[in-house]
């Protein structure tokens, strides 16, 4: 069983920061991409920003020069710095991951539950 526990959201002002973790714990071979998605009232899910097993980000224009994602692979987790916040960045956000448990199965993705962020005066 493979587990992601997101961490680190609640209630900023315009203007300011929140840093996100999200810890993978259970019986896990590998983890190759990680990633933050974010789902607004209403809106779709989309991308945030994603991280590679060797570092490689991608992010989604609404979010560069913001917000800053990295990983720890000893710990088997991952962050999101979020500077500079805008109330249109208000949403769930949840962590994703890219996981295999063993040698004799696929990679699947695992999801996260979700942390609330809102950014509001």
């Known amino acids: 069983q493979v587990q992601l526990v997101e961490s680190g959201g609640g209630l900023v002002q315009p203007g300011g920061s929140l840093r996100l973790s999200c810890a993978a714990s259970g019986s896990i071979f590998s983890i190759s991409a990680m990633g933050w998605y974010r789902q607004a009232p209403g809106k779709q899910r989309e991308l945030v920003a994603t991280?590679?097993?060797?570092?490689?980000?991608v992010y989604a224009d609404s979010v560069k020069g913001r917000f800053t994602i990295s990983r720890d692979n000893a710990k088997n987790t991952v962050y999101l710095q979020m500077n500079s916040l805008k109330p249109e960045d208000t949403a769930v956000y949840y962590c994703r991951g890219t996981i295999t448990i063993s040698t004799m199965m696929s990679a699947r993705l695992y999801w996260g539950q979700g942390t609330q962020v809102t950014v509001s005066s």
């Open positions: 991280i590679s097993s060797g570092g490689s980000r």
